[in-house]
């Protein structure tokens, strides 16, 4: 069967009766990981319990496919229902599990996780089967990261001011398990503060990579053609131990960003509606600056300034360049070209 988004945390907190395999799978690890901990913990409660617990590797099942039958009627010592792990999934394995899901042994519940797959192979097999299921996981984002942002902050005790909302907003959702270490240090840092409420101050203090604010920096300086605070984003950016490749990238999303939003206000959209309707959703404080910029770039000139980019990148990616001048040289020009240079 395959478990809608909307049923997957319910579905991983209690599986139905007569289930005996689940596969969690997508590109958000983390969520991933925690569901599949949600999985083994209605079966065993003890997660470190090695004699209901048996953990397997896709390594293990190519070089032995016996051992997951093997496992999964293996009786505990001391009784009670079986867990059987299995990381690092792939297609590799669509039929060994395709056979144990039509003709399945013992009582175990069998968990597999995977990274993201396409909808073939080892999630066809699964969702397929009656006594087997698929649950995606998908990276969090829009109202329902905002929702995880709430509820792990409220159990600590803690509201969240609408503007520290949207920054966090931003800033998280990549990662379930790292979303949830972020949210863990603000808790810490807020502390038992009066009134117990996370403000901006404190968000823009502990949340975020300082490597990714950099880039957001360097992006809106250059479109702007603030060739002053370009120079020292860059700076920093290099101090921070950022590459060329990675610079120039950020940069061309940004410009992207701005070709997308220049077409949406062109078909009659406010600038403002334009920029909330982007996904992932623009810092608030970024808004009004990526809308103007979004304004005032002519389409002729982003498509030559990403073409310039796109340049500068295949030159560094050559043997021997000199990659940090060639991505500054080509920053500032397309910088000392920006309709709004300052």
Not at 185 to 196: E, H, M, R, S
Not at 322 to 337: F, M, S
Request: net charge neutral; aromatic share 4%.
């Amino acid at each position: 069967m395959k478990v809608q988004p909307r049923e997957a945390e319910a579905f991983c907190a209690k599986p139905p009766e007569g289930m005996v395999a689940v596969l969690v799978y997508g590109p958000d690890g983390g969520l991933v990981r925690e569901r599949a901990a949600a999985l083994r913990a209605s079966v065993v409660a003890d997660g470190d319990d090695p004699f209901r617990i048996a953990e397997l590797t896709a390594d293990d099942l190519k070089k032995d496919p016996a051992l997951l039958r093997d496992e999964a009627q293996a009786i505990a010592f001391g009784g009670g229902r079986r867990v059987v792990k299995v990381r690092d999934a792939g297609d590799a394995l669509a039929k060994l599990f395709g056979d144990f899901l039509k003709e399945p042994a013992g009582d175990a519940l069998v968990v597999v996780e995977a990274g993201d797959l396409a909808p073939r192979g080892l999630r066809k097999a699964f969702e397929g089967a009656k006594s087997g299921a698929a649950v995606a996981c998908y990276r969090d984002e829009g109202e329902g990261l905002k929702s995880l942002i709430r509820q792990h902050l409220s159990g600590a005790g803690l509201q969240v001011a609408p503007d520290a909302l949207e920054f966090l907003a931003a800033r998280l959702g990549g990662d379930r398990r790292l979303t949830r270490q972020e949210l863990d240090k603000l808790v810490l840092y807020v502390g038992a503060a009066d009134p117990p409420k996370v403000e901006m101050e404190a968000a823009e203090a502990v949340i975020g990579d300082t490597a990714e604010r950099t880039l957001d920096d360097l992006a809106l300086a250059v479109g702007a053609g603030d060739l002053a605070a370009a120079l020292r984003d860059l700076a920093r950016a290099w101090a921070e131990g950022a590459n060329a490749i990675t610079l120039l990238r950020a940069v061309s999303r940004h410009l992207q960003r701005l070709h997308l939003l220049s077409g949406e206000i062109a078909k009659g959209k406010r600038p403002d509606e334009a920029v909330r309707s982007l996904r992932p959703p623009v810092f608030w404080k970024h808004r009004s600056a990526l809308a103007a910029q979004a304004r005032s770039w002519p389409g002729q000139r982003l498509g030559w300034a990403l073409g310039r980019l796109l340049e500068a990148e295949a030159a560094c990616k050559q043997t021997g360049a000199p990659a940090q001048l060639l991505a500054e040289r080509a920053l500032l020009e397309v910088a000392a070209r920006a309709p709004r240079r300052r």
